[in-house]
């Protein structure tokens, strides 16, 4: 029930954009948070940006002013608008849907590459 269908990932040039995609199962309550973190290589999983679901927004202070998350209720889908990519922005990442309240749940994606290579 818990399946989160990620999509967008790939191989971009330093300063180039990619958006990521990632939908929820439309059967699901509607989530608190909608999320993406990602994982560099050799080191600890880190969130990159988090939409509530009245829309409030925040980002890790590496990424403000270049990514931006968005959301859709009633797709439940969240994307991750990334642009100005840096080569050590190469990651796993990762979305991440979480319901605190009643019927709760914490859901994770299965991950896709981003490579910022040349």
């Known amino acids: 029930q818990g399946q989160l269908v990620e999509s967008g990932g790939g191989l971009v040039q330093p300063g180039g954009s990619l958006r990521l995609s990632c939908a929820a199962p439309?059967?699901?309550?509607?989530?608190?948070?909608m999320g993406w973190y990602r994982q560099p290589p050799g080191k600890q999983r880190e969130v990159v940006a988090v939409?509530?679901?009245?829309?409030?927004?925040s980002y890790a202070d590496s990424v403000k002013g270049r990514f931006t998350i968005s959301r859709d209720n009633i797709k439940k889908t969240v994307y991750l608008q990334m642009n100005s990519l840096k080569p050590e922005e190469t990651a796993v990442y990762y979305c991440?849907?979480?319901?605190?309240?009643?019927?709760?749940?914490?859901?994770w994606g299965q991950g896709t590459q981003v490579t910022v290579s040349s």
């Open positions: 991440n849907v979480r319901r605190l309240r009643y019927p709760s749940y914490d859901y």
């Open positions: 439309v059967s699901i309550s509607s989530p608190d948070t």
């Open positions: 939409i509530t679901d009245i829309g409030t927004t």
